[in-house]
């Protein structure tokens, strides 16, 4: 049994502590909202007085909804302790907030890793996320007993944290076009009677078999946008840090600016601003039916 503490208890960090408690490692969580603890605390982690307690730990993982989450959580005054401890970001954050975080803690003479995950929360449940890993080699090798429980394979990305963070952000660009696809070309076939569970299944049976037209296909075929794995708002941050990684580096992305329109469309419907983020696809849908 291993120690180690987690901060953010969200649909994703809570199936990820999950799965270490279940494990048998001594998982020591800490939530804004404290009310989040109790089902692990029951199912025998134990609940952290202050973030910074949690941070206390040899190694620690967290994963907060954003830059100003993670910048807020993550400061000076929380990684304050003994030197030597290792910090890990599994959060979607921009690589700039990265540095920013990394610098903090090596001030604190905290090791840190940026580790952001691909999957959804079922998916961290069964242990079966990528883990998308960025630090220097050994710290890599002292957080894989955790990371090794927590997914199916690592990709190691040099040792520059930020790296994980701008891969994510290209990956998560990838899955917000297929989902806009999807939902274009159901709405071309279901305008001629095609049943859209039927198209989806000629998708993932012949030329797009990959996980996302699998998984993102059925939940837009079948309009089952409630709970939301992921929500709108949240894939709206991830196409921004995509928009302004771009900019950074002098890269134009020319669909950027009509996706984004689609989300922030999405997210001014009181049908939708609360849906799974893959709810963008009734946006098209919704265009049809007013034309």
Known sequence: MAEVGFLGLGNMGSAMVSRLVAAGHDVLVWNRSPEATEPHVAAGATAATSAAAALQRPVSFSMLAN???????????????????????????????????????????????????????????????????????????????????????????GPNPRTANVVKAAVNYDIIHAMQAIGESLTLVESEGVDANEFVELLRSTLFAGIVYTSYGDIIANRRYHPAGFDIALGLKDLGLAEDIAAAAGVELPTAEALRGVFEEALADPELHDADWSAIAEITRRRLARD
């Open 67 to 157: 830059d100003q989450a993670a910048e807020s959580v993550l400061t000076a005054e929380a990684f304050a302790g003994d030197p030597g401890r290792l910090h890990v970001v599994t959060a979607s954050i921009s690589p700039d907030a990265a540095d920013r975080i990394s610098a903090v803690a090596a001030d604190a003479g905290v090791h840190y890793l940026a580790s952001p995950v691909l999957g959804r929360p079922t998916v961290a449940a069964e242990g079966a996320l990528n883990l998308l890993v960025a630090g220097d080699a050994d710290d890599i090798e002292r957080a894989r007993p955790f990371l090794d429980v927590l997914g199916k394979r690592v990709w190691v990305l």
